[in-house]
């Protein structure tokens, strides 16, 4: 059950940039509208060790606002309590800081050189839990928070004192912000540092004490056509002597900027009554599925050609998915939009021991084919994060043979084609149940995302499922 739980954190709880960032501000700190809401973000950002520059990355974002809990893709959290003064929240983020010999800012994720000034150390990302205590006051919300590692990486510790204050006007918010943070020794050290056993004669060994760096930054938001959201996020960075003075650390400051666009599924009809929401009082239908499948041998694009197989090694999935529906429309178009999250056990013995993985993701469902009042049809695509307890085995098997790096947080896509049991067989009792098949895709966007390790690779699995909607 610790394994099942784990993966499902990491499947919700999704990177953010370490010590060079001090928050997510895409969304209005005080909205509680209780959507979701899918888009991207465009970032350009820095690296403060040797060796890494900037550079570009393609970042995918899930947002939920709600009265209770909040989901702002580099944190999930809740709001113990909410008051017009007063607001405490319990939260878990993933904290990225980490590098190995695949550096983190290269674009095609290939191994570092000899000579590169991080050769030969790694460093992993931790999943951190904390606890945010915020006063609001007409000067803006003061926020003292305080996380630890609970992923046993670091072992260490962070406090942040934040400041920040929202200004609107019609469609547009403007938000600054500065942050001061404190980072104990044990976290300090792992992420700058150099063990005695990594020391080279241009790399000496270097231990740290707790650190700080002050932060200042900006957002500028703006909604259109009540649904789609525009935001531009800026950051600075400046680290105490020593961080800078590290044998690893190149610049003493580090800086960043993002171009975000999000679609709110904001179902008007509901949250214009002021009685929906989305866990409690939600009228749109659910559904759970079930699959089992085999690992395959070949690419996404010739999977959904029909080019299907089985991998060599002989591993397998078996998995149970949740979804809900948020919006019969999306884009104005007649496809139907669901958020779904699921967890799947990889049989992979004797290669390795069987593990679980988390999903969370968007779909889209379309079945209004010429033919579906005889026999109804569905297609589905899903977008979304998977976070695998262990790599799987084709993924280690691929990227040793190109040598290239591996990661357990990878995107995810689902493409799946079903039939209503009911109109096949005539079975009454399963008018609403769909028989079907589907591929379960992990990959790294072709090296294309730091946000998923600048992974150049991934896997596939066929599945068969049988998926049954409820109200």
Not at 351 to 363: I, P, R, S
Request: aromatic share 16%.
């Amino acid at each position: 059950m610790k394994l099942v739980g784990q993966a499902c954190w990491l499947a919700l709880v999704i990177p953010t940039v370490g010590f060079s960032a001090a928050g997510n501000h895409q969304l209005d700190p005080e909205d509680r509208s209780g959507n979701w809401s899918l888009g991207v973000s465009y970032a350009w950002h820095d690296s403060p060790y040797r060796g890494e520059n900037w550079r570009t990355d393609f970042i995918p974002k899930f947002t939920y606002s709600g009265e209770q809990f909040y989901f702002d893709t580099t944190e999930l959290g809740w709001h113990i309590i909410d008051t017009h003064n007063w607001q405490l929240d319990i939260y878990s983020n993933y904290f990225i800081q980490g590098y190995n010999d695949h550096s983190l800012f290269s674009d095609t994720g290939e191994v570092r050189p000899e000579d590169d000034p991080l050769k030969g150390m790694e460093r992993k990302s931790a999943l951190e839990g904390g606890l945010k205590l915020t006063r609001k006051t007409a000067w803006g919300r003061w926020s003292l928070a305080i996380n630890h590692d609970i992923d046993n990486v670091h072992n260490g510790g962070s406090a942040y004192l934040d400041w920040s204050k929202v200004w609107h006007s019609g469609d547009w918010q403007f938000e600054p912000w500065a942050t001061i943070g404190w980072h104990s020794s044990e976290k300090s050290d792992y992420y700058f540092g150099v063990k005695p056993d990594e020391a080279l004669e241009d790399r000496p060994s270097y231990t740290l004490s707790d650190t700080s760096n002050v932060s200042i930054g900006a957002a500028l938001r703006y909604t259109a056509w009540r649904q789609h959201h525009f935001s531009f996020d800026t950051a600075y960075t400046i680290f105490n002597d020593s961080v800078t003075n590290s044998p690893v650390i190149a610049d003493r400051d580090v800086a960043s900027a993002s171009f975000g666009y999000r679609y709110e599924f904001d179902d008007l009809a509901y949250n214009d009554s002021g009685d929906y929401n989305f866990f409690t009082k939600n009228p749109n239908p659910w559904s759970v599925r079930v699959a089992y499948g085999c690992t395959s041998d070949t690419s996404f694009n010739s999977i959904v050609r029909l080019n299907i197989d089985c991998d060599a090694n002989n591993t397998h999935l078996g998995s149970v998915f949740v979804s809900r529906q948020l919006s019969e429309t999306f884009f104005s178009l007649p496809v139907e939009a669901w958020l779904t999250t699921g967890v799947a056990r990889r049989f992979e013995s004797p290669h390795q021991n069987d593990f679980w993985e988390g999903v969370l993701a968007f779909k889209a469902v379309y079945r209004q084919f010429p033919w579906s009042d005889r026999v109804e049809t569905r297609l589905g695509i899903a977008e979304g994060f998977s976070y695998a307890h262990h790599v799987p085995n084709i993924e280690t098997t691929r990227a040793n043979e190109r040598d290239k790096r591996t990661a357990h947080l990878l995107n995810y896509l689902d493409w799946s084609l079903d039939v209503n049991v009911a109109d096949v067989l005539n079975i009454d009792s399963m008018k609403r149940c769909f028989f079907g098949w589907s591929v379960h895709h992990r990959s790294g966007i072709f090296a294309s995302s730091n946000f998923y390790g600048s992974v150049d690779g991934g896997s596939n699995v066929n599945t068969l499922y049988l998926e049954c909607e409820y109200n």
